[in-house]
């Protein structure tokens, strides 16, 4: 599975950074998944191997301006080349408010259908093409979700043993117990898909939340998560000083709840700009995960826009390089 | 007078053309004039000298969203930024309509506030700090009108000759003259400052227009103007051959507008993104230039993003080079 962070800053962009998206692909997948859509995401998408055509559903967080901005563009441009396919698009209520109003002012009218889905209501069974889809409520002044993506279609491997133990032929029949399909042998003997395929490897799973200032809430949708992409707005050292945190979480509070629940991988983003990438100046972003490490032990990333980390199988983190082309 | 291409592709953006938004700012001028604010566009002003802070006012041509869906970002960012100062924005009710519904539905709210001034009601002596602006109705299924930028606070020079034959010696009195203060000489002759200050040189005057499909409309705004921003999204060929325009112009029917009317300065933009930038690929923006200069002999520019044509005090029109940075 790919995160491919198409925006990292907070509240306005910077010439490094954009305001918040993040997308989500599995490997070799046709399709993609959107997690919000700040404004300049098409124009992000368009130096990526991303297709408008090709994008499943958008999860919206919630209905700040740099998280959501950008949508009726990016809904127009897919118009414009073309899009047929209808397009999932959850979030809270107000960002349907937000687009129908954008459309009957602008006279935006799209090719293909809308399908909202309201985050507060989000069915159990929720899937995208690749994820199952869960939803959290979070705190941050206005409705703020988290949403975790589980990954479906995990393909079940042949326990070869098994088969040459139960004398079947390599060949044709493999293949069809390999689909699922049940096989009789010439001796009569039936045997099942079930009884010759391995244990399916675990889901993988990946949270990517809005902003908030509480991460305990996250705790029950991080259950299993393999990776938690969180807001580190600032550094516990500015809010102290300044004195305000606008509904927004620390490193240090981020880092210690992932400490807490014993989370593997985590993933900093929407900076606030007052942290200079440079190092030389203060306060920096290199701030920001001096703080996050020093609460936190698993792997650590603060992502930059164009960055794509690689969630191999077997559950482990690594940056795989900018996608920027 | 400086005019800044912020965006110069039409409908959608690609990856060397951002949609559309023009900066006009006169030289040396502590403030700027905005016309057009495609998504993105607060990204482009990043990448320039521009500041929000110093955005003087805004003109929209019309409400299609590749001319007007960066307004709540770019407010939303001034705001952010701590601006107070109100900030104009003039163009057709639906811009306001769509202004006032992303508002309400997505709690944007502006630290500094909006002038709103309806472009079909502009008063005769509509003006921001450096320009006198004049605004005129376009064709373009919805209401679209293009602007007309004449330079304000033009200095009168003083007269030196007249000055030493009337025996004014040079010292305060020269500065008080040009000031439009009358004096007294020491015999008791009066000197009036309109006596000793040479005629203005005339206004320079540049047009930018919004889509477009019948360039004689711009004939009155046109009148005595140096230069006329126009788009030219197709060729004559392409149009001809898919037969759609869309209420677009050709490059041929603007070229030959401004040739009609003598217009010394035309710079074309809005380019549709099927013409490539590698004159290698057909069509091309190569394609647009020669149906252009095959009727019309004037200065000719073919916009890209970031450049910057600087119009002189004796009406040439040049290219002042990429104010990216």
């Not at 300049?40 to 130096?47: A, D, E, I, K």
């Not at 297709?51 to 949508?71: F, K, M, P, Q």
């Not at 399909?181 to 490897?201: K, M, N, Q, Y």
Request: net charge neutral.
């Amino acid at each position: 599975m790919d995160i491919l962070f198409l925006g990292t800053s907070a509240g306005v962009p910077t010439r490094a950074r954009n305001v918040t998206a993040t997308a989500i692909r599995k490997r070799n997948a046709k399709t993609w998944v959107l997690v919000d859509c700040g404004e300049g995401t098409q124009q992000r998408v368009l130096r990526t191997s991303l297709s408008l055509n090709r994008l499943d559903a958008i999860l919206i967080t919630h209905v700040h301006g740099d998280h959501c901005y950008g949508l009726p563009g990016l809904l127009s441009s897919a118009s414009m080349m073309g899009r047929e396919t209808p397009l999932t698009i959850v979030g809270p209520q107000p960002i349907r408010a937000f687009l129908e109003a954008v459309q009957a002012t602008t006279g935006l009218h799209l090719t293909f259908p809308i399908e909202f889905v309201d985050v507060e209501r989000l069915p159990a069974d929720f899937r995208t093409s690749d994820f199952a889809v869960e939803a959290s409520a979070l705190s941050h002044g206005v409705a703020s979700h988290g949403y975790a993506l589980v990954e479906r279609g995990i393909q079940r491997k042949l326990d070869t043993r098994r088969l040459e133990a139960l004398g079947v032929a390599r060949g044709p029949a493999w293949g069809r117990l390999h689909r699922g399909e049940d096989i009789l042998l010439e001796d009569g003997t039936r045997v099942t898909s079930d009884e010759v395929l391995l244990p399916a490897r675990g889901a993988r799973k990946v949270v990517i939340a809005g902003d908030n200032d509480t991460p305990k809430l996250l705790e029950g949708l991080c259950a299993g998560a393999d990776v938690l992409v969180h807001e580190a707005t600032y550094t516990r050292e500015i809010v102290d000083r300044l004195g305000t945190d606008n509904g927004h979480s620390t490193a240090e509070a981020v880092a210690a709840f992932a400490r807490d629940i014993g989370l593997p991988n985590l993933v900093l983003t929407h900076f606030s700009p007052r942290y200079q990438h440079d190092r030389g100046v203060t306060p920096s972003i290199a701030d920001i995960e001096r703080e996050a490490r020093d609460h936190y032990r698993g792997t650590l990333w603060l992502a930059n826009d164009f960055d794509v980390y690689r969630l191999s199988r077997d559950g482990r983190l690594c940056h795989a390089g900018p996608t920027r082309s």
